[in-house]
């Protein structure tokens, strides 16, 4: 089992580049397939999580030919079966994309239904309700989602809670469906655009993806394509937050400032500066972060995904702070890992009170997920002595060649799997 050895207390200095966004490649990958031509996908994450939807696409006949690390072709013309496998969607949640596009395409699919994960329990109820307001017949057999209908026709349909996944997998669907869809309530978030942007290079007709209401006017047939997916914004703020943490200095680059504008907003509360140049941020920090009160929201809010990093820096900050998290239930796991290394907050229903300490130092905890993960690491970074970090396998979910990212700002970690490792890494780092 391969665990991360941290030897903190090293600020953080340099340049990091930023890859393609995770959350957007699932949706687009999976959008990719609704066409029989062949669709070239560039910028694309060489993360587990990418490399295990390619898998389910390619087990349901998708031609997957991977050009480098960070491009793929694909081609739906041969998909031979419309059932996802259970093992897939077990690794991936995300895999449930498949739905929305096999059924616009096809008219008909079947996916195990996702079960709860570590973040809380994740329905999928408002997707269901969009694929039947879509006129799909939708039924729960054996584990799986079926859905099939003769024709998908255009509706107009209002999310009770603003979903990312249920605006993707809806509008997927909706873009092949006869005539008009409305969807109001709509995330904003920029890989929702992301995919409509990419839905329509392939030749489908969506409007207002970014605000509340999308407008969607179906088309019989879609169309080969060439994309570049967006860089991932919470990959940039996490890099953000260890430049902050560490008392660093880090040029982050490649990235779309428009989408860090909440995360830049709480750096400058807690006593950063921060520079944003057209595709660059950098981040200085001050002597000693102060601390600030935050509640994660839907975009363009503070986005759950970087509750963690907000909250390990908070809990090095001056002062007390609180943390509301409103989207997902079980996203404070983080602060018992922190505890351990001398971490003080207190969690009540969701939100957190953390209290600042001087100093964290280094101890042996584990991922509870992969935000949380990275959190713990730029924990690692900013603490006195050794940290080891298990259970690594969620944050490669999500961050390619994080450990080599940050090495290459001077951070000194390893991701090791025996103890033989551990101690070299010991000795080289004195
Ligand atoms: C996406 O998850 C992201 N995943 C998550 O990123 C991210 O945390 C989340 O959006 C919020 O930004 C992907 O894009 C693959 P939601 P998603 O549907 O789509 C409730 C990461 O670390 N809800 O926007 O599953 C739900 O319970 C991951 O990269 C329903 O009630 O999230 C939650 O409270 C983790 N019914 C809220 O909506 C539904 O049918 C928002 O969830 C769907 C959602």
């Known amino acids: 089992m391969e665990q991360y050895i941290i030897k903190g207390g090293v600020p953080l200095h340099g340049e990091v580049e930023i890859g393609g966004a995770k959350n957007a490649a699932l949706g687009i990958l999976a959008a990719a397939i609704m066409t029989d031509d062949e669709v070239l996908i560039e910028n694309l994450p060489d993360v587990r999580d990418v490399n295990v939807m390619l898998e389910a ?3 349901i006949g998708v031609k997957v030919e991977r050009l480098t690390p960070h491009s793929v ?21 995300a895999s449930y994309y498949l739905l929305g596009a096999l059924l616009g395409k096809y008219k008909k699919a079947e996916v195990p239904l996702p079960g709860g994960c570590n973040i809380g329990s994740r329905p999928i109820d408002l997707h269901l309700k969009g694929f039947k307001a879509l006129g799909a017949k939708v039924s729960i057999r054996n584990g799986s989602i079926c859905a099939h209908a003769e024709h998908l026709k255009g509706c107009h349909l209002f999310l009770d809670t603003v979903s990312v996944g249920a605006t993707i997998n809806i509008m997927m669907a909706a873009a092949m469906a006869e005539g008009r ?20 290079s392939m030749g489908a007709n969506i409007k207002g993806a970014g605000t509340d209401v999308i407008r969607i006017v179906g088309v019989e047939k879609l169309h080969m394509t060439e994309y570049s997916i967006i860089p991932d914004q919470i990959e940039a703020g996490t890099f953000m937050f260890a430049a902050a943490c560490t008392g660093g200095d880090v040029l982050v680059k490649n990235v779309i400032p428009k989408h860090l504008e909440a995360t830049i907003s709480k750096l400058l509360e807690i006593g950063c500066r921060v520079e944003e140049f057209d595709t660059e941020v950098r981040v200085i920090a001050p002597k000693r972060l102060s601390c600030a009160n935050v509640k994660t929201l839907p975009y363009p809010g503070y986005p759950t995904d970087m509750q963690p990093q907000i909250g390990v820096a908070l809990s090095m900050a001056e002062g007390t702070s609180i943390v509301t998290e409103s989207i997902f239930e079980n996203r404070f796991k983080y602060l018992d890992e922190l505890a351990r290394m001398g971490a003080t907050s207190k969690v009540e229903g969701n939100t957190a009170i953390i209290t600042g300490t001087d100093k964290l130092t280094g101890a042996r905890i584990s991922a509870p997920d992969l935000r949380a993960g990275a959190a713990l690491v730029i924990a690692g970074l900013s603490a006195e002595g050794v940290t080891t970090i298990d259970d690594i396998v969620y944050i490669q979910r999500g961050y390619e060649c994080f450990d080599e990212k940050l090495r290459g700002l001077g951070a000194k970690i390893e991701c090791i799997s025996s103890q033989r490792e551990a101690r070299k890494f010991m000795l080289m780092t004195g």
Do not use: W
Not at 75 to 86: Q, W
Not at 183 to 192: D, F, L, R
């Open 57 to 59: 696409m390619s087990q």
């Open 181 to 200: 869809t409305v969807i109001e309530n709509c995330a904003k978030e920029p890989h929702v655009v992301d995919v409509a942007n990419f839905l329509n």
């Open 73 to 93: 072709m694909l081609c739906g013309a041969n998909i031979g079966d419309v059932n996802i496998e259970y093992e897939y969607i077990k690794k991936i949640r």
